[in-house]
């Protein structure tokens, strides 16, 4: 058994704001604590004390929005060596060397996130036909547990249903399509953009027509929003919506939202989906009608997506909007289209301070964190590498922690960024315990990981132990103490232990009488045959089947 | 028994509908398949059982020591070759040479490692093969030559291919090889190109050139007309979907990685009319994995150096055949490959002069010249295990027979437990 004594504990799912406690563990999980009749009632012999007391004690990191892994990652790796070259990570006795600042390589990433107090990560995006490559990388990701969500809003099988009216049939497919690609969540990107992108176009409006099958994006995104809630997934339809990247994007991103009717949703990255202004006009902040509509609907919980000054390298699903960034930038250019589920792209990017937009879009994702009233619905990411790197976000938690911090940050970019702004206005500082709401709590609420993101009895015992100073950024950059299923992995912010994390994904039941339906669309559709598409459970070396409701 | 939904891991086409017949754990029949991967499944089974030290039979164990031995007191090891070996023991390998500090490289570095570096320096519009038997009403092949060395891509992917917006196949398709010389693709072709050799860069120069509006007051770039450019640039531009599949005549000529470059940016200009993309043409099963494993593990996809103890990547310094000729590499373990068959002479020599392990099914010329040669089974016919096909699909590789010998992935297990103690 192992206590953390004496910390300053935050855990916003219990309700323990700062209050000092210990904390139990026993087998990998939070235990009652010893001589209680509790599942921990053999007292503390040979076990080990760590004495928190001046400490701050948190749930470790869950990151619900993060591209770590598989086929669009490592193209990003692979085409830029300019982005590795001064950034490494040598080999020690317990662990594997590697290179890479923006897309580090996977034991890096793994190494990077538990380093900052991360436990779990959750990539991004999947093409299902690549969904192995994407396990064979998760499964080299030491560390943390993951997971990976699947892309679904452009997928051939679906928008047939759709077409057809068979919204049973599609809610099958998905369930099987999730259990096939060992997926944790429904992935929608650009819906019906991507597809339109096959034929050098793309969709504005979410009544326009998708080429080819004549739906619209708004039947896409609702849907699949009813199937999630039909099949009781963990998470929600995770949402990055039309118009990523456009001025006045806000408006249809407002139009998304009221298009749920209710349905949960995760809109992601939601700084790059709230400018205002006009299509084709200079970029403007529409974070507070974007803002206002997320108040409004307690249905839907977004992560922000903060940019950070410096180098990042873009990639999406989003084919038509990956090649918008080429032109515009000017820089090298990675498409990748997939057969009849989706496509994607890359392209390098630098955040300036002194750029406006990029000034603008910083700003923009300021706003979202202090105009969202509840921390429950707005998460911490950098959308990582689209914004910024992952390991920025010590840097973005002194932003909303600290007034002062921001101001000074404010005076140094662009001067006409600076007109028109609401965050001089805004006074507000996020607490350590929303800080714990937006880093890990919520957003394991919102995955639906019951055992993450808490300290109760039973949640996993993944945990970190940060000293307690002003400068938040060097606070959250170097925790004192991590650990992941109660053992120690890191210490004052160095791997100690290498720890092999899970891989949970989800297996909703499904009619088995899709499959004659399937085994006809992989004839017609694919180059690969439908006995040879799903990922065999030995590609997860320690997989876990998150339940559905 | 007939196993249906094989797939053969012989080229990167990774042609996944084959069908196997097998009977007393022999392989007796494949059919829907080429010749190419017929013979191999039907012959794929016949390597040595025992390990060799100096051309003697040897135990595993003793086999495995006189590795860790020579591997362990290598300053400079090599490890090289991947790209016929699955994508598990390829993650296998690398760890290995990152506990070594050793050198790292698979045979891209010959083959597509100017295609890495054309990438690295213009990007990539690509998709998967399926994008290219449904949509694509235009093919292009350059410098390669499917119909001899990638025997079913047309008829599965890319020009008798049957898709949705082509369901006439070879009629819904315009076809174009460009070639220095005349080759069975090219007799298939629509349009046949015949530039000069090592004249690749000045025509694709000139394409982009013309697209871009200039005007020509030459009659000819690089053995072909400007009047045949032109008709060319005008197919690519009203096209629907076209896709520039490219090999080894493009990527191994004069200019090497500055052509790939040219052409990457042609292509990706060529979307400011339509969609438009490439692909190379790679030729092992399991080279593309190669590329991905090397990658995710180290950041670098060929040419990678751990002796820092971290991972350096740099082509002409840490690729095989360079590291040879310099007499760089003081020892060299070899997977899946027969480098002494391919290599440059004195790269080739060089490896006959120090301590070199095989690992391989077959006894290649490298292994007849080896310390040591460790007898593997083969990937996707007695042992299962992943490869990518030319556009990164990763495919499951079946074990159709039982073998006496174990995988790479066991042995590179074996010999890194030996490297640690």
């Given at each position: 058994m192992?206590?953390?004594?004496?910390?300053?504990?935050y855990?916003?799912?219990?309700?323990?704001?700062?209050?000092?406690?210990?904390?139990?563990?026993?087998?990998g999980?939070?235990?009652?604590?010893?001589?209680?009749?509790?599942?921990?009632?053999?007292?503390?012999?040979?076990?080990?004390i760590?004495?928190?007391?001046?400490?701050?004690?948190?749930?470790?990191?869950?990151?619900?929005?993060?591209?770590?892994?598989?086929?669009k990652?490592?193209a990003?790796?692979?085409?830029?060596?300019?982005d590795?070259?001064?950034?490494?990570?040598?080999?020690t006795?317990y662990t594997?060397?590697?290179?890479?600042?923006?897309?580090?390589?996977?034991?890096?990433?793994?190494?990077?996130?538990?380093?900052?107090?991360?436990?779990?990560?959750?990539?991004?995006?999947?093409?299902?036909?690549?969904?192995?490559?994407?396990?064979?990388?998760?499964?080299?990701?030491?560390?943390?547990?993951?997971?990976?969500?699947?892309?679904m809003?452009?997928?051939?099988?679906?928008?047939?249903?759709?077409?057809?009216?068979?919204?049973?049939?599609?809610?099958?497919?998905?369930?099987?399509?999730?259990?096939?690609?060992?997926g944790?969540?429904?992935?929608?990107?650009?819906?019906?953009?991507?597809?339109?992108?096959?034929w050098?176009?793309?969709?504005?409006?979410?009544d326009?027509?998708?080429?080819?099958?004549?739906?619209?994006?708004?039947?896409?995104?609702?849907?699949?929003?009813?199937?999630?809630?039909?099949?009781?997934?963990?998470?929600?339809?995770?949402?990055?919506?039309?118009n990523?990247?456009?001025?006045?994007?806000?408006?249809?991103?407002?139009?998304?939202?009221?298009?749920?009717?209710?349905?949960?949703?995760?809109?992601?990255h939601?700084?790059?989906l709230?400018?205002?202004?006009?299509?084709?006009?200079?970029?403007?902040s529409?974070?507070?009608?974007?803002?206002?509509?997320?108040?409004?609907?307690?249905?839907?919980?977004?992560?922000?997506?903060?940019v950070?000054?410096g180098?990042?390298?873009?990639?999406?699903?989003?084919g038509p909007?990956?090649?918008?960034?080429?032109?515009?930038?000017?820089?090298?250019?990675?498409?990748?289209?997939?057969?009849?589920?989706?496509?994607g792209?890359?392209?390098?990017?630098?955040y300036?301070?002194?750029?406006?937009?990029?000034?603008?879009?910083?700003l923009?994702?300021?706003?979202?964190f202090?105009?969202?009233?509840?921390?429950?619905q707005?998460?911490?990411?950098?959308?990582?590498?689209?914004?910024?790197?992952?390991?920025?976000?010590?840097?973005?938690?002194?932003?909303?922690?600290?007034?002062?911090?921001?101001?000074?940050?404010?005076?140094?970019?662009?001067?006409?960024?600076?007109?028109?702004?609401?965050?001089?206005?805004?006074?507000?500082?996020?607490?350590?315990?929303?800080?714990?709401?937006?880093?890990?709590?919520?957003?394991?609420?919102?995955?639906?990981?019951?055992?993450?993101?808490?300290?109760?009895?039973?949640?996993?015992?993944?945990?970190?132990?940060?000293?307690?100073?002003?400068?938040?950024?060097?606070?959250?950059?170097?925790?004192?103490?991590?650990?992941?299923?109660?053992?120690?992995?890191?210490?004052?912010?160095?791997?100690?232990?290498?720890?092999?994390?899970?891989?949970l994904?989800?297996?909703?039941?499904?009619?088995?009488?899709?499959?004659?339906?399937?085994?006809?669309?992989?004839?017609?559709?694919?180059?690969?045959?439908?006995?040879?598409?799903?990922?065999?459970?030995?590609?997860?070396?320690?997989?876990e089947?998150i339940?559905?409701? | 028994?007939?196993i249906?939904?094989?797939?053969?891991?012989?080229?990167?086409?990774?042609?996944?509908?084959?069908?196997?017949?097998?009977e007393?754990?022999?392989?007796?029949?494949?059919?829907?398949?080429?010749?190419v991967?017929?013979?191999?499944?039907?012959?794929?089974?016949t390597?040595p059982?025992h390990?060799?030290?100096?051309?003697?039979?040897?135990?595993?164990?003793?086999?495995?020591?006189?590795?860790?031995?020579?591997?362990?007191?290598?300053?400079?090891?090599?490890?090289?070759?991947?790209?016929?070996?699955?994508s598990?023991?390829?993650?296998?390998?690398?760890?290995?040479?990152?506990?070594?500090?050793?050198?790292?490289?698979?045979?891209?570095?010959?083959?597509?490692?100017?295609?890495?570096?054309?990438i690295?320096?213009?990007?990539e519009?690509?998709?998967?093969?399926g994008?290219?038997?449904?949509?694509?009403d235009?093919?292009?092949?350059?410098?390669?030559?499917?119909?001899?060395?990638?025997v079913?891509?047309f008829?599965?992917?890319?020009?008798?291919?049957?898709?949705?917006?082509?369901?006439q196949?070879?009629k819904?398709?315009?076809?174009?090889v460009?070639?220095?010389r005349p080759t069975?693709?090219?007799?298939?072709?629509?349009?046949?190109?015949?530039?000069?050799p090592?004249?690749?860069?000045?025509?694709?120069?000139?394409m982009?050139?013309?697209?871009?509006?200039?005007t020509?007051?030459?009659?000819?770039?690089?053995?072909?007309?400007?009047?045949?450019?032109?008709d060319?640039?005008?197919?690519?531009?009203?096209?629907?979907?076209?896709?520039?599949?490219?090999?080894?005549?493009?990527?191994?000529?004069?200019?090497?990685?500055?052509?790939i470059?040219?052409?990457?940016?042609?292509?990706?200009?060529?979307?400011?009319?339509?969609?438009?993309?490439?692909?190379?043409?790679?030729?092992?099963g399991?080279?593309?994995?190669?590329?991905c494993?090397?990658?995710?593990?180290?950041?670098?996809?060929?040419?990678?150096?751990?002796?820092?103890?971290?991972?350096?990547?740099n082509?002409?310094?840490?690729?095989?055949?360079?590291?040879?000729?310099?007499?760089?590499?003081?020892?060299?373990?070899?997977?899946?490959?027969?480098?002494?068959?391919?290599?440059?002479?004195?790269?080739?020599?060089?490896l006959?002069q120090?301590?070199?392990?095989?690992?391989?099914?077959?006894?290649?010329?490298?292994?007849?010249?080896?310390?040591?040669?460790?007898?593997?089974?083969?990937?996707?016919?007695?042992?299962?295990?992943t490869?990518?096909?030319?556009?990164?699909?990763?495919?499951?590789l079946?074990?159709?027979?039982?073998?006496?010998?174990?995988?790479?992935?066991?042995?590179?297990?074996?010999?890194?437990e030996?490297?640690?103690?």
């Amino acid at each position: 058994m192992i206590g953390i004594i004496n910390g300053e504990v935050y855990d916003p799912q219990n309700g323990i704001n700062g209050e000092v406690r210990d904390i139990w563990i026993e087998d990998g999980k939070i235990a009652s604590p010893p001589g209680l009749g509790g599942t921990g009632g053999g007292g503390t012999e040979g076990g080990q004390i760590i004495d928190a007391a001046g400490l701050v004690v948190m749930p470790g990191g869950v990151d619900i929005h993060s591209h770590i892994v598989g086929a669009k990652v490592n193209a990003g790796r692979k085409f830029r060596p300019e982005d590795h070259r001064d950034h490494v990570r040598s080999r020690t006795a317990y662990t594997r060397s590697g290179s890479g600042y923006t897309v580090p390589s996977t034991f890096m990433t793994g190494y990077g996130y538990a380093e900052m107090g991360y436990t779990t990560v959750m990539e991004a995006a999947t093409a299902p036909l690549v969904a192995r490559h994407t396990h064979e990388e998760l499964d080299d990701t030491p560390m943390v547990d993951k997971g990976a969500f699947i892309t679904m809003g452009n997928n051939h099988f679906i928008m047939k249903c759709i077409r057809d009216g068979q919204r049973e049939k599609a809610r099958h497919y998905v369930a099987w399509l999730l259990g096939a690609s060992k997926g944790y969540a429904i992935k929608i990107v650009n819906p019906g953009g991507v597809e339109n992108w096959k034929w050098g176009r793309n969709v504005g409006e979410l009544d326009d027509e998708v080429i080819g099958f004549g739906v619209t994006p708004r039947q896409i995104v609702t849907t699949l929003a009813w199937i999630n809630d039909e099949l009781g997934l963990p998470h929600m339809p995770h949402i990055h919506g039309i118009n990523l990247g456009q001025t006045g994007n806000a408006r249809t991103t407002v139009e998304t939202i009221e298009a749920l009717e209710g349905h949960r949703a995760h809109l992601c990255h939601l700084q790059f989906l709230s400018y205002g202004g006009e299509p084709g006009k200079s970029i403007r902040s529409g974070a507070e009608q974007v803002a206002r509509a997320v108040n409004e609907h307690p249905n839907v919980t977004i992560d922000v997506g903060q940019v950070v000054f410096g180098q990042a390298t873009t990639m999406t699903s989003d084919g038509p909007l990956q090649y918008r960034l080429h032109q515009l930038s000017g820089n090298k250019w990675i498409n990748d289209d997939v057969e009849g589920e989706t496509g994607g792209g890359i392209v390098p990017m630098q955040y300036k301070r002194n750029n406006l937009i990029n000034a603008v879009q910083w700003l923009i994702g300021l706003e979202l964190f202090l105009l969202i009233d509840d921390p429950w619905q707005v998460f911490l990411t950098t959308d990582h590498p689209n914004a910024g790197p992952f390991f920025c976000y010590p840097q973005v938690i002194k932003l909303l922690m600290d007034r002062e911090y921001r101001a000074e940050m404010l005076e140094g970019i662009h001067r006409r960024a600076r007109k028109g702004t609401l965050l001089p206005e805004i006074d507000r500082e996020y607490s350590l315990y929303e800080i714990a709401i937006v880093t890990r709590a919520g957003t394991a609420r919102a995955l639906g990981l019951q055992n993450k993101g808490h300290l109760g009895v039973g949640a996993d015992a993944d945990v970190t132990i940060y000293h307690k100073l002003d400068d938040k950024e060097a606070m959250f950059a170097r925790p004192y103490l991590v650990l992941k299923d109660g053992q120690v992995v890191v210490r004052d912010g160095q791997i100690v232990r290498e720890h092999q994390g899970r891989t949970l994904y989800v297996a909703p039941p499904y009619d088995p009488g899709i499959e004659t339906d399937l085994r006809a669309h992989f004839e017609e559709c694919y180059t690969v045959s439908f006995d040879n598409y799903p990922v065999a459970p030995e590609y997860l070396s320690r997989g876990e089947v998150i339940p559905c409701a | 028994m007939k196993i249906e939904n094989v797939v053969c891991p012989f080229c990167g086409c990774l042609c996944d509908d084959i069908v196997v017949e097998v009977e007393d754990n022999r392989i007796t029949a494949v059919t829907k398949t080429c010749s190419v991967s017929r013979s191999f499944f039907l012959h794929a089974h016949t390597g040595p059982a025992h390990p060799t030290v100096d051309g003697q039979e040897v135990e595993w164990p003793e086999a495995l020591d006189v590795t860790a031995r020579i591997l362990a007191d290598s300053a400079s090891p090599l490890i090289y070759g991947l790209s016929s070996t699955a994508s598990e023991a390829q993650r296998k390998a690398i760890a290995l040479a990152d506990l070594l500090g050793a050198s790292i490289d698979s045979t891209s570095s010959v083959c597509h490692g100017p295609t890495t570096i054309g990438i690295q320096n213009q990007g990539e519009p690509t998709c998967t093969l399926g994008e290219v038997k449904h949509r694509a009403d235009l093919v292009v092949f350059w410098g390669c030559n499917p119909a001899e060395a990638h025997v079913r891509h047309f008829a599965r992917y890319s020009v008798s291919a049957r898709g949705k917006l082509t369901p006439q196949g070879r009629k819904d398709r315009t076809v174009v090889v460009v070639d220095v010389r005349p080759t069975r693709s090219s007799r298939t072709a629509d349009v046949f190109l015949q530039p000069r050799p090592g004249c690749d860069y000045e025509v694709l120069t000139a394409m982009r050139a013309l697209l871009k509006g200039e005007t020509s007051d030459v009659a000819e770039v690089g053995g072909v007309s400007v009047a045949q450019l032109v008709d060319l640039l005008e197919r690519m531009k009203s096209c629907r979907f076209g896709v520039i599949f490219f090999g080894m005549g493009v990527t191994q000529t004069g200019g090497k990685y500055l052509n790939i470059a040219e052409l990457l940016a042609l292509v990706a200009e060529l979307n400011a009319y339509t969609r438009f993309t490439t692909m190379p043409m790679r030729g092992h099963g399991n080279v593309a994995g190669a590329d991905c494993t090397l990658t995710w593990q180290t950041g670098y996809p060929f040419a990678i150096n751990f002796a820092r103890g971290y991972p350096q990547y740099n082509p002409g310094e840490f690729t095989a055949v360079d590291l040879l000729a310099r007499q760089e590499a003081d020892a060299a373990l070899i997977i899946a490959s027969d480098p002494v068959a391919h290599f440059p002479r004195r790269a080739a020599q060089w490896l006959s002069q120090i301590p070199t392990i095989v690992l391989d099914p077959e006894v290649n010329l490298t292994a007849r010249e080896a310390r040591v040669v460790l007898p593997t089974a083969v990937y996707g016919v007695s042992a299962a295990g992943t490869a990518y096909r030319m556009d990164n699909v990763p495919l499951p590789l079946k074990k159709i027979v039982d073998s006496p010998q174990p995988t790479d992935e066991q042995v590179l297990d074996w010999i890194i437990e030996r490297v640690k103690t």
